[in-house]
């Protein structure tokens, strides 16, 4: 298995104490070096954990000519491009990827998406937490936006919809 990510599902369950459900769920994790670099400088406390994980491994792009070809036709981030044009070189069995518009473009390309709501319904589904609500509330407590129909219908998927 070949999971690539890009940086939000990273910083995002790494502010809520979470990060290990990717090892847990996937082994190892790659990451392109623009995603790295988004992690290790930005103002999440990912720059702290990431540069210790063993579980992460940080690759170059092989086709640097792709991710400036990619950015100027899709308007995505660095890390966003890079992360799919990695996944489309390794033949990644998952990318990692939440911005709306990033997940657009990788699934155009044939990309298998998850994002890190898919990420909690999983490890819920494979016993690894016992419920998403509380990490749900507390993503939105530190400032991640999830909309509120997507909320909705995670907790119907993790049928927590009654709490």
């Known amino acids: 298995m070949i999971v ?42 990912a720059k702290v954990i990431v540069p210790s994980l063993d579980w992460l491994e940080v690759r170059e792009v092989g086709n640097t000519q792709q ?3 990619l950015q100027l036709q899709s308007n995505l981030d660095l890390g966003e491009v890079a992360a799919i044009i990695l996944a489309e070189e390794l033949k990644a069995t998952q990318l990692l990827i939440d911005e709306r518009a990033a997940r657009r ?3 155009a390309r044939q990309l298998p998406v998850i994002g ?21 509330d507390a993503m939105i407590a530190n400032g991640t936006r999830i909309g509120e129909r997507l909320y909705k219908q995670a907790l119907l998927l993790a049928q927590e919809d009654n709490d």
Request: charged share 15%.
């Open 116 to 136: 890190t709501v898919g990420i909690l319904l999983l490890a819920k589904q494979r016993g690894l937490i016992e419920s998403i609500k509380t990490i749900l």
């Open 67 to 69: 991710i400036k070809l």
């Open 4 to 45: 690539v990510s890009d940086t939000t599902p990273i910083s995002e369950l790494t502010k809520v104490g979470y990060l290990n459900l990717l090892p847990d769920l996937f082994g190892r994790v790659v990451i392109p070096q623009e995603v790295y670099a988004e992690l290790i400088t930005g103002p999440h406390p």
């Open 105 to 107: 473009v990788a699934l």
